[in-house]
Structure formats: structure tokens, C-alpha cells
């Protein structure tokens, strides 16, 4: 059996473990209202799954915190840029960062929610988090541009946008990449928890309120798992666009 | 035309050149040479304006530069082909170009491996090939065949002094053959500063 396969094995194996010690849990516990069995969340999945307004819920809170996400990663990327050419803009944007990172997420919500309005404040929160992790990562991969190479480019006279594809790019895409495995999940979460506190019409987070509010927890359960599922595609969809990024950017400079 | 006037560079409370003068016109050769640790590499830096002076002034009119540096400092991402490509335009019209002088340099066949796949000596040959490609009107050379045997020595030798025909060059070098084969005047490290060899 090849590497690949036996660790796909292990992987699918232990996630059958989990999914047979929830199966145990709730055949002992025996409530639904507490804790309903993987089946019933499958099937209740399913259910919703198979009307339109799911879907439309669902896409509803991509876009707003794929938005976010987006406009968190530009404005990371863009600070990180800044704070790497300019010491000045380093000593004035470097303690916001470390103070959005060690704010807790929900005092940003309460305070977004008196600020803006409920619509916009999971685009908000989602930029919020994903920004600071964009930042530091991007910013540390500018560092680590290699200085010789750096002198390599200034003796042949290089034109920029050569030293970028050839140079920068390469050194900081695998930074970059490390920043969005962590952010994305991160800002997905803040963003559909910042959902379940403002209750923004057709989100997943008014859904998974309501759920919690009519005691239906197997729905609960199903948006819960919808989250992660759809967190996982976005991680990998977005991780596969960086790496395309980066054989674009080696064609570039071929 | 190159000039240094008074050149002082210190590292720390170290001094390493000190009041150093050289001037380098078109198509003359010059090689520095002394113990190691005398400011050769330095001189090369503060030549190349990579190295600001301390003292001093450093003008440099050469418009074409190209350097050859003790370690290979290719793009570890990048191909062989693609490295010397990289300094042509790194462009796909150039690369026939890049091609030509990765065969000149006896490395025909090592266009498509990366720099990590290549001995010391085939990477140390890139790196010439590179500063070669782009035609300069001043070549610095550190150390360049210090990984190459001695008969590949005399062949890249030849191959440098004859492309290198219309250039200035500027070698450091602890290889008195090797300054002879690329025909250069030697100056000696004296003091922190570099005199003509008597």
C-alpha cells in the first residue's frame, strides 16, 4: 500500500471512530433534544438540504464572509507591503494588529453591531480576524527575502517586476499559504458566530439560532455540520488557488 | 570607468579598508589578492555599491555590471537555464540565448535541473555563465573557479578572458595562475588598502 493511501486509511479511520463514539453517546443518552444520533443529523442534513432556501441561505453567508475574507487578505496583504518598506508605518500599525488579535471576538461584535449595521457585520468581523494573520505572515515572508539574492538583482540591475515574480513571490507564497490555512477557518467561524449574534436575514447563523431558540437540535447539528464541511472546501479551494498562483507566478519568470 | 578615492569601510571597530584608492578604466584587468580577511571581498562590494563606504567615494560609470560571487547565489526555484535566463530578459525569446551560454560552459545537459540537483562546481559555472550572458562592460569576479578542477580551471579561464574581451575586471583571487590566465595586473593588500604589484 503506497504512503498516500495508508494515510488516507488512517485519516477515514479515525473519523469513523469519532462518528461510532457519537453514535455510542447518543444511543446511551438517548435524547435527541441532547444529543441526536449521526443518522438523524444525516437525515435532517439531507432535508434541508433538499430545499431551495437552504441553499440560498448557505450562499447568502459565503458571499458576505467570503467578502470579508477577501477584504481582509488584500488589506493584510497591503498593510504587510507598507509596515516592510516603512519603519514609521511598522511602529504605528504593529500594536493595532497585536491589539485586534488579543481583543476577544465577541466585544468586536457587540461593538460592530452598535456601529454598523447587523448586515454588514459578519463581512466586518470575518475581515477583522483574517486581517492581523495575513499581516504577520506576509509580513515575515517579506522578510525572509534572501539578501544575496536581493544584491544578485541590484548588480544585473533587474527591473522590479522581475524581482517581484522571480524573487519576492516565491519567497512569500509559501507564508502567504500558511496565513490563509490558518485565517480562513478562523474567519469563517468569527464570521458565522458573528451571524449568530446579529441574526442577519438568511444566514446560516440566524439558522443555527433559531435551531438553538426552538430546541431543534438535530438542525443544529446539521448547520453545525454544514459549517465545517463547507469550512474545509474553502480551506482547500483556496489553498489550491494559491499553489496555481505560484506555478502562474514561475511561468512568469520562466 | 570605475573609481575609488580614499575608500575607508569598517566593520564594527574593525577597520578593513582604509584610505584605499584603485581606479579601474575600460577593458583593463586588475586582481586584488592577499591573506584572507584583507578587504578583497569588501573592496568587490563597495566597487559593485553594494557595500557603502565609510570614508571616501566610490564613482562608478560602468553601466552593464555583472559579478560573479564566491557563493553561486542562484534562485533555488528557478532551473539552470532559467537562472541565466533570469539576468537576459527571463523571457521564453531569451532562453535559446541562456541555452548557448549553459553550453559554452560545458553544462548542455544541466539546463532543466535546479540548483539543488548540481554539484558546487556546475552551480559556481552557472553563476558565470550568468554574469557572462549579459555582456558587461565591468566583470567582478570573487574567487569564481576556487570549486573547479585545475583543467576545467584553464578551460572556463579562457573562456572568461576571451568573452570578456571588451570589459573591465575586477578579481579577488588567492591564485596567482588564475590572475595571470585572465590576464591581470595584480595589486597587493597592504595595510587595508591595495597597491600594484612591483
Known amino acids: ?254 | 570607468m570605475l573609481d575609488l578615492q580614499n575608500v575607508g569601510v569598517c566593520f564594527g571597530v574593525k577597520s578593513v579598508l582604509n584610505g584605499c584608492t584603485l581606479s579601474l578604466a575600460p577593458h583593463e584587468r586588475i586582481a586584488l589578492m592577499g591573506p584572507s580577511g584583507c578587504g578583497k571581498t569588501t573592496l568587490l562590494r563597495t566597487a559593485l555599491g553594494l557595500q557603502d563606504p565609510d570614508s571616501g567615494a566610490v564613482t562608478n560609470t560602468f553601466s552593464r555590471p555583472a559579478a560573479v560571487f564566491q557563493e553561486d547565489r542562484l534562485f533555488p526555484w528557478l532551473t539552470a537555464v532559467e537562472n541565466i535566463n533570469l539576468v537576459l530578459s527571463g523571457k521564453a525569446e531569451t532562453i535559446s540565448e541562456a541555452r548557448h551560454w549553459l553550453e559554452r560552459l560545458e553544462l548542455g545537459d544541466a539546463g532543466e535541473l535546479y540548483p539543488c540537483e548540481l554539484s558546487g562546481g556546475m552551480r559556481q559555472r552557472i553563476a558565470i555563465a550568468r554574469a557572462l550572458c549579459v555582456r558587461p562592460d565591468l566583470l567582478v569576479l570573487d574567487e569564481p573557479l576556487k570549486q573547479l578542477d585545475a583543467a576545467l580551471q584553464a578551460r572556463v579561464s579562457a573562456l572568461i578572458s576571451e568573452a570578456c574581451r571588451e570589459c573591465a575586471l575586477l578579481l579577488a583571487t588567492h591564485s596567482e595562475e588564475e590572475a595571470k590566465a585572465l590576464g591581470c595586473r595584480i595589486y597587493l593588500c597592504r595595510d587595508g588598502t591595495f597597491y600594484p604589484e612591483t
Open chain 1, 1 to 254: 500500500m503506497s504512503p498516500a493511501a495508508k494515510k488516507a486509511l488512517a485519516k477515514t479511520g479515525a473519523g469513523l471512530f469519532w462518528i461510532l463514539l457519537w453514535a455510542l453517546l447518543a444511543h446511551l443518552v438517548g435524547q435527541k433534544l441532547l444529543l441526536p444520533s449521526p443518522l438523524l443529523v444525516v437525515k435532517t442534513l439531507l432535508s434541508l438540504a433538499s430545499g431551495a432556501d437552504f441553499w440560498l441561505t448557505l450562499l447568502n453567508s459565503l458571499a458576505r464572509i467570503l467578502s470579508g475574507m477577501l477584504a481582509g487578505t488584500l488589506l493584510g496583504v497591503v498593510l504587510a507591503v507598507l509596515t516592510h518598506g516603512s519603519a514609521v508605518c511598522r511602529t504605528i500599525i504593529a500594536p493595532f494588529m497585536s491589539l485586534v488579535k488579543s481583543t476577544p471576538v465577541a466585544s468586536f461584535i457587540i461593538l460592530a453591531l452598535i456601529w454598523l449595521g447587523r448586515g454588514v457585520v459578519p463581512l466586518f468581523i470575518t475581515a477583522l480576524m483574517v486581517m492581523p494573520v495575513v499581516w504577520a505572515n506576509v509580513s515575515e515572508g517579506l522578510r525572509a527575502q534572501d539578501e544575496k539574492l536581493l544584491e544578485v538583482a541590484r548588480v544585473f540591475h533587474l527591473p522590479r517586476r522581475r524581482v517581484f515574480f522571480s524573487l519576492t513571490l516565491p519567497t512569500v507564497l509559501p507564508y502567504f499559504r500558511s496565513a490563509l490555512c490558518s485565517a480562513l477557518g478562523l474567519g469563517w467561524k468569527a464570521g458565522v458566530a458573528a451571524e449568530v449574534l446579529t441574526v442577519p436575514q438568511r444566514s446560516v447563523g440566524r439558522m443555527i439560532y433559531e435551531s438553538k431558540l426552538y430546541l431543534e437540535t438535530p438542525e443544529l447539528f446539521a448547520w453545525t455540520v454544514t459549517v465545517i464541511a463547507v469550512s474545509f472546501l474553502i480551506e482547500r479551494l483556496l489553498l489550491r488557488l494559491v499553489s496555481g498562483l505560484w506555478r502562474k507566478g514561475d511561468d512568469e519568470h520562466a
